[in-house]
């Protein structure tokens, strides 16, 4: 038990270096979507046009894939359960993320599970 939050501790201590007071703003195209991820505050707000307001959901976990360099394939979880997101960072899905309605390039892919949908998009940074 002791090992175990001995490698949590080191695993949040490398992740919050990595994520420190940033955040990820990402988006995605039919349907269009809009969602941001503040590692700082531990918060994710998802809105949509014609949805009636934005969700925001307190982030309760970040896991990484095993046997990955950090970042590469993250997955976060709200505290109720009913929101993941899973980035995925370009050079593990073998390319940039393209919104499919401009020339940028995306440093992340990612899929947004939310109590009845699954979408799909794009993350970067903010800067």
């Keep these: ?17 990595a ?6 703003e990402c988006l995605g195209t039919e349907p269009f979507f809009g969602l941001k991820i503040d590692f700082e505050n531990q918060e994710m707000s998802y809105a949509a046009p ?5 969700l ?3 982030i309760r976990t970040i ?3 095993q046997g990955m360099k950090s970042d590469m394939v993250t997955v976060i979880q ?3 359960s009913e929101t993941t997101a899973t980035l995925i960072e370009k050079r593990i ?24 949908k699954v979408l799909y ?3 970067n940074v903010r800067k």
């Design 50 to 54: 014609g949805e009636a307001k934005a």
């Design 56 to 58: 925001i959901s307190s």
């Design 93 to 116: 899905a073998g390319a940039a993320c393209n919104d499919g309605m401009s020339d940028r390039e995306y440093v992340y892919h990612l899929v947004l599970n939310l109590p009845n």
């Design 78 to 80: 709200s505290k109720n």
């Design 1 to 17: 038990m002791k090992s175990l939050l001995i490698l949590t501790m080191m695993f949040f201590s490398v992740f919050a270096k």
């Design 121 to 123: 998009g794009c993350c």
């Design 63 to 65: 896991s990484q894939a």
């Design 19 to 24: 994520t420190a007071a940033q955040e990820l």
